[in-house]
């Protein structure tokens, strides 16, 4: 397979080429593209060292497979009409067609076959925390309808991209060292803090990011699904954590649940309070899965359950399910 990556030196475009490199995808060739500012670095990958072109217009993308876009939603926006011109798929990771009808927003373990329709050659990465949510609610909805959910967030600084990463690790020693701290990448200072606004708002109270996990996990489950989100920024690396309560046509117990998850492709459930096993977003970094704990009965709803959920934002949350989206494709 002939491989582009696009937006090669964000904190995604690297976490892409280890997973190719990892999971021996069999790449071909590999095309790496980049902004001015990040054009001529190199980067190794299968024993060569390969080096980052500026992505312009007049780009040929002849002859190219996959492309892996993670840009911003302004670079997929204006590059894709040029990428997939050849009949390049593109594997796009910015909200800039998400809920477009005639492009696919795919998360393997739940919708996987909506990847083989995709009549743009386009094909959505969902946003992070639906990602995350989804996964562990394929586990439930294979047992029973979910009719409601609520989630809260705990967000990394990895959501908003390599550079809040560094600003908020700036901000710790900063404040350590009595000196005012930098903020550009987010709102105010994340260290020490939290920050209930992930994204803007919108004319409804709720923020875009909130307003994707509604619309997106009802485009991805093929269900009338009603959600409710509170998204709220925390100062971790780079693991996000959901706190979700489900209401089910019927009730569940602990145990089915349990079960469920534990069946389910994609999770690993960790759920053992009594030895105060449950997974955190420190050692949940750099895995695969979405970790499943706290399963608990709602105390006031029957038909109520509530359970905790960390996955790594860049890896499942973007890099990883990109990847088995072109995975699925070449079955
Ligand atoms: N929008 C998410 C965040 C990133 O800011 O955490 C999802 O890819």
Known sequence: ????????????GQELLRLLDERNFPVDELVLFGSSRSAGTSYPFKNKSIKVKELVH???????????????????QAFAETITRHGAIMIDNSSAFRMDKDVPLVVPEVNPEDALKRPRGIIANPNCTTIQMVVALKAIEDITHIKKVHVSTYQSASGAGASAMRELEDQHRQLVNNEPPTIDKFAYQLAFNLIPQVDVFTDNGYTKEEMKMYNETRKIMHSDIEVSATCVRVPVMRAHSEATWIETERPLSIEEAREAFSRA??????????????????????KDAVYVG????????EKGLTFWTV?????????????????YLMK
């Open 311 to 327: 996955s790594d934002q860049i890896r499942k949350g973007a890099a990883l399910n990109a990847v088995q989206i072109a995975e």
């Open 294 to 301: 706290r399963i608990r009965k709602d105390l006031t709803n």
């Open 265 to 286: 492709e994609g999770v690993i459930v960790v759920d053992n309070p009594a030895k105060k096993e449950y997974p955190m977003p420190l050692d949940i970094a750099g």
């Open 1 to 12: 397979m002939n491989i582009a990556i696009v937006g090669a030196s964000g904190a995604v």
């Open 58 to 76: 007049g780009d040929d993308f002849k002859g190219i497979d996959i492309a892996f876009v993670s840009a911003g939603g302004g670079t997929s």
